[in-house]
């Protein structure tokens, strides 16, 4: 129950790659009991076994008790033996235990033998020139325009232009208020038949008696021409 379990040393290129599943402190011991784990270690095969006896790979090394861990010892000298022994402190027992050896118990790290870890590489490209970001909140705003009924066809055009000259965080609505042009005289379209309750002549233009902009506009739009 107490013994760790798993503990085995693996060599590499200037380093040791060291395992082991921690014990538990009693049966009771749940998922959130902890301890804390001390490794040593030596290259002539004494102190390593003795508690509290530096060098240390690592010391007072908290984890939960029943779980794995891995610890990679770097800067080490090819060709050399070390020697491990790993000592554990239950937190609800209040005691420590060890000395628990790997499996081997020594190990000697050589230069062919390459590395744990996995190189690679990440890469970033810029952003592209259209890519937008966008705020949190989006800014609507109404633009009104006033338009010739003749010149409907440009309606497209001004939308593009205005998109162009906009904040990039602004998100234009474009409402027209089209109207007609005449180009003839007042008494003349006073003899032509068009709908007085919505229109008017003046000086030879019919005009708009009721804008076309429904209720819902509130009326803070910027508007343009006209």
Not at 2 to 28: C, E, H, K, M
Not at 147 to 158: E, T, V
């Amino acid at each position: 129950m107490y013994n760790p379990t798993n503990f085995i040393i693996t060599p590499y290129d200037g380093g040791v790659l060291l395992q082991w599943t921690a014990g538990r402190g009693f049966s009771g011991s749940t998922t959130s009991s902890k301890c804390k784990v001390t490794v040593q270690y030596s290259t002539d095969g004494f102190n390593y076994t003795i508690l509290n006896t530096p060098p240390y790979v690592v010391r007072d090394l908290v984890q939960y008790q029943g779980t794995n861990n891995v610890l990679y010892h770097p800067n080490l000298i090819n060709g050399t033996p070390y020697y491990y022994s790993l000592f554990i402190f239950y937190e609800d027992t209040q005691f420590w235990y060890g000395p628990y050896y790997p499996t081997p118990q020594s190990t000697i790290p050589q230069p062919t033998l390459g590395s744990p870890f996995v190189s690679g590489s990440i890469s970033f490209s810029k952003l592209e020139t259209n890519t937008r970001i966008n705020p949190l909140h989006e800014i609507v705003a109404d633009v009104i325009v006033w338009l010739p009924f003749s010149r409907s066809g440009s309606a497209q055009s001004i939308e593009d232009t205005l998109n162009l000259i906009k904040p990039t965080h602004v998100k234009l609505n474009v409402l027209y208020e089209h109207y007609y042009v005449a180009h003839t005289t007042s008494a003349q379209f006073n003899r032509c038949i068009f709908n007085t309750d919505s229109f008017t002549v003046s000086k030879g233009t019919i005009k708009n008696k009721v804008a076309t902009i429904d209720s819902s506009y509130s009326g803070r739009a910027k508007i343009l021409g006209g």
